[in-house]
């Protein structure tokens, strides 16, 4: 069983960076791909990035390409999600998600085993 609880959510000004992390407990943490998806009204959640268990093969949504960068320390249990050149429509709550199996496609939601509360991201003008 693995736990994600995700934290570093905030208001930020456009262009701005913020640095969500991902505190995971339970057992087999590097046995599983991490993602990230987030969710605004009426779109549902959107796959955001996704690492694999040794952290070497990142894929990104074509959205955040170039943009974003997700990490994870199997060491620390963590995953994180460091967002830089921040718009408007990042606007979201974004989700922490784990995944026994893994795609270096946009990871499928039916494949997420397990999945955070969700933080609150919010990009002002």
């Known amino acids: 069983q693995v736990r994600l609880v995700e934290s570093g959510g905030g208001l930020v000004q456009t262009g701005g960076s913020l640095t969500l992390s991902c505190a995971t407990s339970?057992?087999?943490?590097?046995?599983?791909?991490l993602a990230w998806f987030r969710q605004v009204p009426g779109m549902g959640r959107q796959f955001v990035a996704s690492?694999?268990?040794?952290?070497?093969?990142?894929t990104y949504s074509d959205s955040v390409m170039g943009r974003f960068a997700i990490s994870r320390d199997n060491a620390r249990s963590m995953v994180f999600l460091l967002m830089n050149a921040l718009k408007p429509e990042d606007t979201a709550v974004y989700f922490c998600?784990?995944?026994?199996?893994?795609?270096?496609?946009?990871?499928?939601?039916?494949?997420?085993?397990?999945w955070g509360q969700g933080t609150q991201v919010t990009v002002s003008e």
């Open positions: 690492i694999n268990w040794s952290g070497s093969s990142p």
């Open positions: 339970g057992r087999s943490f590097s046995a599983h791909a």
């Open positions: 998600a784990a995944s026994p199996r893994y795609t270096n496609a946009p990871l499928p939601d039916s494949w997420v085993q397990y």
